[in-house]
């Protein structure tokens, strides 16, 4: 089978299950936006040679097809979804980004006053094109709620949590670089 289906010419994409919608659907909107910070993640750990960063990242991208796949499914099929064995984010995923946070606040000399400019160092500007990435990302699951299609609570506050985690991160590899 190729990639290339043909199935999309005409502007629309499938759901988890088949169901077709558009390819402006606010659901896929909300997955793509989720999709480029997966990306995103991928060109940090792909720079950044820090594996303090790099290894939590990891888990996180495969948390974001967690969350993609949650995204994709139609109203109606949330009940076959979960009967699949797919899993939707949950609290102690938040917990855990929650943990790396307290940790880097708590236990690493980051060092920054006001706001920060991006591109003090490859890696910082790589984590900070994540952040606002992934804000865009949240953005777009918070308004899929307000349009009113199902939104799961913990996938909005793990955007949240993650783009905080990105921008400490950030401050982070600049202050091991002594350019904070």
């Known amino acids: 089978m190729s990639?290339?289906?043909?199935?999309?010419?005409n502007g629309s994409t499938a759901l988890m299950y088949g169901r077709r919608v558009s390819k402006t659907d606010p659901r896929?909107?909300?997955?793509?936006?989720?999709?480029?910070?997966?990306?995103?993640?991928?060109?940090?750990r792909a720079f950044c040679e820090e594996s303090f960063v790099t290894a939590?990242?990891?888990?996180?991208?495969?948390?974001l097809v967690?969350?993609?796949?949650?995204?994709?499914?139609?109203?109606?099929?949330?009940?076959?979804y979960t009967a699949g064995g797919y899993?939707?984010?949950?609290?102690?995923m938040v917990d855990r980004l929650t943990g790396y946070i307290d940790d880097l606040e708590k236990n690493h000399r980051i060092s920054f006053?006001?706001?920060a400019t991006p591109g003090a160092t490859r890696e910082s500007a790589l984590l900070d094109v994540a952040r606002t990435v992934c804000r865009?990302?949240?953005?777009?699951?918070?308004?899929?709620?307000?349009?009113?299609?199902?939104?799961?609570?913990?996938?909005?506050?793990?955007?949240?949590?993650?783009?905080?985690?990105?921008?400490l991160y950030a401050r982070f590899v600049e202050t091991k670089a002594g350019v904070a």
């Open 3 to 9: 990639i290339a289906t043909k199935t999309g010419d």
């Open 28 to 44: 896929i909107v909300a997955n793509g936006a989720c999709d480029e910070l997966n990306a995103a993640l991928g060109m940090v």
């Open 56 to 63: 939590p990242l990891f888990e996180v991208q495969k948390e």
């Open 66 to 80: 967690t969350l993609m796949g949650e995204l994709a499914v139609d109203t109606a099929d949330r009940e076959r």
């Open 87 to 92: 899993e939707f984010i949950t609290a102690a």
């Open 113 to 115: 006053k006001h706001w």
């Open 136 to 167: 865009r990302a949240e953005r777009a699951v918070v308004e899929l709620g307000e349009k009113g299609y199902p939104v799961n609570a913990e996938s909005v506050r793990y955007l949240n949590r993650l783009s905080d985690l990105c921008w």
